[in-house]
């Protein structure tokens, strides 16, 4: 299909008045989700070789608060603007992200420095169902970068780590330097979080594990009747981590997953993330497998 | 102590085996401890042995001149180490090499690749259990090949 028509079919049905921009009687106006909120670096982390964390602080008005699998739209100016999960819970209105920096938006984003200013739009999308895990055990599966979205989860599990049986970390990383976040693993293990990582190659010398993310998945310990799982990562990673979760016996119903697509407007209105009938960054980025999986399949989505 | 046949029947490959077949594996079976370092195998030996992990881990490593011992996949409890005393030249592919203190079965595969000939019904339910090993193992292995982490978006 040629864009001409999608596009006009998109401006017909949006119509006129499209909902961001409707008067309101009464009451203060709502805030245009358009509109970036100014933000300062306050604190930057090197994570890996190419990824950092930035620590932002409002200038003015904050964000609402992230939830954790949420993102938000962190604008560089002049450079561009791009979708960025949550990577931690932060205190006094400050938010954390952590970037990879692969093209010219995100390697600017990872270029500004303490006092540096950068627009951000948020909080958009779906949650990690944290709530409707509690009672069970907790399977959080990561690879590569895609610990950046599952930290928060860890941080609330922590937070309220009575409220779950078995909480396991499985990720899986490309090499030993490019785990995230190791420097926390200790920290969160005496906190009742089983971490296990392995990597798919390793130079000499390094002794932990060496396989795909998936072989960690059988000797973990939770019972699959009564576990959640949330998988963040590559789709090919996550596609095999939902077919060896299900083999183990976990419920399709209950493995949720954080999908990346090419989010721009973020409040499903432009059709870029736009997944068949759904928009991810609205009816995702987290989806329940169960109602994703017949898309994923299809190969020209 | 435990007898070496109960050990047998808790190697989650083995499930499913009748009696008489548990009995017969047990008969070539030995329990094995190897200390951090020790090898279990080396490349080029004649591949007599396989294992079944109890406990421990063990890495599976290529030795590359310049580069040193390089771990291209490790593996825990419940996993089977080896499977080249299934096919000729039954020669020992990969070295490996105990990453702690690592408990094993170790099973007398010249004396198994014996009885299987003899009885085909054992080595066809032993095939059926090496084989999704295997097919596994390839299978991480291409998704590994694929590099998926080093591939992200551009924006």
Same mark, same amino acid.
């Given at each position: 299909?040629?864009?001409?028509?999608?596009?006009?079919?998109?401006?017909?049905?949006?119509?006129?008045?499209?909902?961001?921009?409707?008067?309101?009687?009464?009451?203060?106006?709502?805030?245009?989700?358009?509109?970036?909120?100014?933000?300062?670096?306050?604190?930057?982390?090197?994570?890996?070789?190419?990824?950092?964390t930035l620590e932002l602080e409002p200038e003015a008005g904050a964000i609402?608060?992230?939830?954790?699998?949420?993102?938000?739209?962190?604008?560089?100016?002049? %450079?561009?603007?791009?979708?960025?999960?949550?990577?931690?819970?932060?205190?006094?209105?400050?938010?954390?992200?952590?970037?990879?920096?692969?093209?010219?938006?995100?390697?600017?984003?990872?270029?500004?420095?303490?006092?540096?200013?950068?627009?951000?739009?948020?909080?958009?999308?779906?949650?990690?169902?944290?709530?409707?895990?509690?009672?069970?055990?907790?399977?959080?599966?990561?690879?590569?970068?895609g610990l950046a979205p599952l930290r928060p989860a860890v941080e609330a599990?922590?937070?309220?780590?009575?409220?779950?049986?078995?909480?396991? =970390?499985?990720?899986?990383?490309?090499?030993?330097?490019?785990?995230?976040?190791?420097?926390?693993?200790?920290?969160?293990?005496?906190?009742?979080?089983?971490?296990?990582?392995?990597?798919?190659?390793?130079?000499?010398?390094?002794?932990?594990?060496?396989?795909?993310?998936?072989? =960690?998945?059988?000797?973990?310990?939770?019972?699959?009747?009564?576990?959640?799982?949330?998988?963040?990562?590559?789709?090919?990673?996550?596609?095999?981590?939902?077919?060896?979760?299900?083999?183990?016996?976990?419920?399709?119903?209950?493995?949720?997953?954080?999908?990346?697509?090419?989010m721009k407007c973020a409040i499903g209105h432009c059709g870029h993330c736009?997944?068949?009938?759904?928009?991810? *960054?609205?009816?995702?980025?987290?989806?329940?497998?169960?109602?994703?999986?017949?898309?994923?399949?299809?190969?020209? =989505? | 102590?435990?007898?070496?046949?109960?050990? %047998?029947?808790?190697?989650?490959?083995?499930?499913?085996?009748?009696?008489?077949?548990?009995?017969?594996?047990?008969? *070539?079976?030995?329990?094995? %401890?190897?200390?951090?370092?020790?090898?279990?195998?080396?490349?080029?030996?004649?591949?007599?042995?396989?294992?079944?992990?109890?406990?421990?881990?063990?890495?599976?490593?290529?030795?590359?001149?310049?580069?040193?011992?390089?771990?291209?996949?490790?593996?825990?409890?419940?996993?089977?180490?080896?499977?080249?005393?299934?096919?000729?030249?039954?020669?020992?592919?990969?070295?490996?090499?105990?990453?702690?203190?690592?408990?094993?079965?170790?099973?007398?595969?010249? *004396?198994?690749?014996?009885?299987?000939?003899?009885?085909?019904?054992?080595?066809?339910?032993?095939?059926?259990?090496?084989?999704?090993?295997?097919?596994?193992? =390839?299978?991480?292995?291409?998704?590994?090949?694929?590099?998926?982490?080093?591939? %992200?978006?551009?924006?």
């Amino acid at each position: 299909m040629s864009a001409a028509p999608e596009s006009r079919a998109f401006a017909e049905s949006a119509g006129p008045a499209a909902a961001w921009v409707t008067p309101r009687v009464e009451g203060p106006p709502a805030p245009d989700p358009m509109l970036p909120s100014s933000y300062r670096v306050s604190a930057k982390t090197q994570e890996l070789a190419d990824t950092w964390t930035l620590e932002l602080e409002p200038e003015a008005g904050a964000i609402e608060a992230y939830a954790p699998g949420q993102f938000g739209m962190l604008y560089a100016f002049g %450079v561009g603007e791009v979708p960025i999960s949550v990577s931690s819970l932060g205190a006094d209105e400050r938010i954390v992200h952590t970037v990879r920096a692969v093209g010219a938006t995100t390697k600017a984003i990872c270029a500004a420095e303490p006092g540096d200013r950068l627009g951000v739009r948020g909080p958009f999308g779906t949650d990690w169902p944290l709530a409707g895990a509690e009672g069970g055990d907790l399977v959080l599966l990561a690879g590569g970068i895609g610990l950046a979205p599952l930290r928060p989860a860890v941080e609330a599990a922590i937070a309220n780590r009575d409220r779950y049986g078995k909480v396991s =970390l499985l990720y899986g990383a490309r090499s030993p330097e490019e785990l995230l976040f190791t420097e926390q693993f200790d920290l969160w293990r005496e906190s009742g979080i089983e971490v296990e990582t392995t990597v798919d190659g390793a130079p000499a010398g390094w002794d932990g594990r060496v396989g795909l993310v998936t072989t =960690l998945i059988a000797p973990a310990e939770f019972d699959p009747a009564k576990t959640t799982a949330l998988v963040c990562g590559p789709e090919v990673m996550m596609r095999f981590c939902a077919a060896a979760l299900e083999e183990r016996g976990v419920e399709r119903e209950r493995i949720q997953v954080s999908l990346e697509r090419n989010m721009k407007c973020a409040i499903g209105h432009c059709g870029h993330c736009q997944l068949a009938h759904r928009f991810v *960054c609205k009816d995702g980025p987290v989806f329940e497998l169960e109602r994703i999986q017949t898309l994923l399949g299809i190969r020209e =989505l | 102590m435990q007898r070496i046949e109960d050990l %047998v029947r808790e190697v989650p490959a083995f499930a499913g085996l009748s009696e008489d077949q548990f009995a017969l594996i047990a008969g *070539c079976g030995r329990n094995q %401890v190897f200390e951090p370092g020790e090898q279990l195998m080396r490349e080029g030996d004649a591949a007599d042995v396989f294992y079944a992990i109890r406990s421990g881990s063990v890495a599976m490593e290529i030795f590359a001149p310049q580069r040193g011992a390089i771990t291209v996949e490790t593996i825990g409890p419940g996993d089977l180490l080896g499977w080249s005393w299934l096919v000729p030249p039954y020669r020992v592919h990969l070295d490996a090499r105990a990453m702690e203190e690592t408990h094993a079965i170790s099973f007398d595969a010249a *004396c198994l690749r014996g009885k299987c000939e003899d009885d085909p019904a054992l080595g066809y339910e032993l095939m059926k259990r090496f084989v999704p090993v295997i097919v596994a193992r =390839l299978a991480a292995t291409r998704v590994r090949l694929l590099d998926v982490y080093g591939h %992200v978006g551009s924006a």
